[in-house]
């Protein structure tokens, strides 16, 4: 007898670790455990159910892919402190003041129309981490010009020909319902004209001849998203039965970048109203990174009904580098009214990363 129930303690206990150990390993790093599925359709249902809201996990948080989206997000990051300090098209004379924002996307197809951009919109609402990458960077900036001070030239070398910008944006941590965000960014560019001003004579046109640029930028960005209610909801169903996963916990993404743009650019005027800029660039990657950790836990919910022991969570901490050395075009149009300018820059990049800088500024 001693013999017989040693052998069905021991059958029981393999059973249980068995099942204990198929719910870890369901697919990690999620956990998943729904008995009450199984209590109302059996084992079966339960096995769905638990696939089926891993799944689910996978698909809107990509457990199975964070490595490669922070990828995309270094790519994007790094990319949206680009255009918005340097001046293109202006050609100033004493000095340069404004502001500009840059949103930058790697791995999405930019939105070009509002129902395209709702399509956007709506797969970040109902994903919190979707397979690509996005960045957004603002900063404030000052250019001095060099052509009113009393350099003198030397041979081809004219001291007059620079332009310095500075540009800064420190913010305090901002928070917005579930979401927060702070951010850095310091950025210095130095640009000098190689070939001068030229006027198309009995035209319309002036080209404003050939910019060199070399900078340097500096980015840090925190965006989280907590939430003691839900994060957002995941349905699901199995076995005819529904039910639903909100999620609680924090989701934050730690974004770095050290950058230095070299650059060669080129603008012209037309009627004085409206100008154009466009150039090259090579972008040296110092260091651009980005890092997420995650920690999410949450009650599963059968037919609108909480239950005690039904649950998903998951840890889980993920980083991502952008190679050394990446590649650059840009252009866009500015809007010359008097002496203030509302300007549009477009980049695009060889490893398929897309921005838009907007911005306006004073220019004398």
Not at 14 to 34: K, R, W, Y
Not at 347 to 356: L, N, R
């Amino acid at each position: 007898m001693r013999v017989v129930r040693n052998t069905l303690f021991a059958a029981a206990l393999f059973v249980c670790c068995q099942h204990a150990l198929s719910a870890l390993m369901t697919c990690s790093p999620i956990v998943v455990d729904a008995p009450t599925m199984g209590a109302i359709a059996g084992a079966a249902a339960q096995d769905a159910a638990e696939t089926e809201i891993c799944n689910q996990i996978k698909s809107k948080f990509q457990t199975a892919n964070l490595s490669q989206v922070m990828n995309y997000m270094a790519k994007a990051n790094s990319l949206s402190g680009k255009g918005s300090t340097a001046d293109y098209w202006s050609n100033p004379q004493v000095f340069t003041l404004g502001a500009a924002t840059t949103l930058s996307v790697n791995n999405i197809t930019p939105p070009l129309s509002f129902s395209e951009f709702e399509s956007f919109a709506k797969k970040y609402k109902d994903n919190p981490v979707p397979d690509g990458g996005t960045g957004v960077s603002a900063n404030a900036t000052l250019g001095v010009s060099f052509r009113h001070m009393g350099f003198r030239r030397r041979g081809w070398f004219d001291p007059k020909n620079f332009n310095v910008y500075f540009s800064l944006l420190v913010t305090p941590q901002i928070n917005f319902q579930t979401y927060s965000f702070k951010t850095t960014a310091v950025g210095t560019y130095i640009q000098y004209k190689a070939l001068p001003m030229r006027k198309i004579p009995f035209g319309l046109v002036t080209w404003g001849g050939v910019d060199l640029g070399i900078g340097y930028n500096f980015t840090s960005t925190t965006l989280g998203v907590s939430s003691t209610d839900a994060i957002t909801t995941i349905p699901f169903s199995a076995s005819g039965q529904t039910g639903t996963y909100q999620p609680t916990g924090t989701l934050t993404l730690n974004y770095a970048a050290h950058l230095i743009p070299v650059e060669v650019s080129t603008n012209f005027s037309l009627l004085y109203f409206l100008s154009f800029a466009a150039g090259i660039a090579a972008d040296f990657h110092i260091l651009s990174s980005a890092e997420i950790s995650a920690n999410i836990d949450g009650k599963v919910k059968i037919d609108g009904q909480p239950q005690g022991s039904d649950y998903a969570r998951f840890t889980q901490s993920e980083s991502a580098k952008v190679t050394t050395v990446g590649f650059r075009a840009f252009f866009g149009p500015q809007l010359n009214i008097w002496k203030i300018r509302v300007f549009s820059l477009l980049h695009v990049t060889g490893d398929k990363s897309y921005a838009a800088t907007l911005g306006a500024r004073f220019s004398w």
